[in-house]
């Protein structure tokens, strides 16, 4: 007669941490979509950042600096054009993106000590949620969802 013999493995992999807390969506829906993300190294912020905007698709990508002066993109979608950079030496934390139907994101809206900073021109849509750093915290890292024939549909804000 056969015996059976079952062993139990228990795998705990510990992969670093980070104090960046991640925010809600900035618009509803699209969850089933895996998300990019990108992020300054521990204890760097934003300080600059620019939306990449192809026609038909709306934003494709999103670029930034650290404070390190570390540079990175979120989809590495060379598609579209780059608009002026938004600069801000304190740091940002306040985000807005503004959703077409049909299209995804096609705006962005910053802001550097109270002054409103867009980029871009599309004001059609509507804006979504608020994405705000609290307690002294600044912006650190985007994560998008991007979805094929409409560039990115969704964007959070990582703060630290």
Same mark, same amino acid.
């Given at each position: 007669m056969a015996q059976s013999i079952c062993t139990v493995v228990l795998l705990l992999v510990i992969c670093g941490s980070t104090d960046a807390v991640w925010s809600v969506w900035a618009n509803t829906g699209w969850y089933m979509i895996p998300e990019k993300e990108a992020h300054c190294p521990d204890g760097?912020?934003?300080?600059?950042? #620019?939306?990449?905007?192809?026609?038909?698709?709306? =934003?494709?990508?999103?670029?930034? &600096?650290?404070?390190? !002066?570390?540079?990175?993109?979120?989809?590495?979608?060379d598609n579209g054009s780059w608009g002026d950079n938004s600069v801000c030496s304190s740091g940002f934390n306040f985000l807005m993106t503004r959703e077409q139907s049909g299209y995804g994101v096609v705006n962005a809206?910053?802001?550097?000590?109270?002054?409103?900073?867009?980029?871009?021109? #599309?004001?059609?849509?509507?804006?979504?949620?608020? =994405?705000?750093?609290?307690?002294? &915290?600044?912006?650190? !890292?985007?994560?998008v969802k991007e979805q094929s024939g409409y560039g990115i549909i969704n964007v959070r804000i990582s703060c630290n």
């Open positions: 760097q912020k934003v300080l600059e950042m #620019n939306w990449s905007y192809q026609n038909w698709y709306g =934003l494709i990508d999103v670029w930034f &600096k650290c404070s390190n !002066g570390g540079t990175y993109t979120v989809t590495h979608n809206r910053t802001k550097c000590d109270g002054k409103n900073l867009s980029d871009g021109t #599309n004001y059609n849509g509507k804006w979504g949620r608020v =994405l705000r750093c609290t307690g002294g &915290k600044q912006i650190t !890292g985007f994560g």
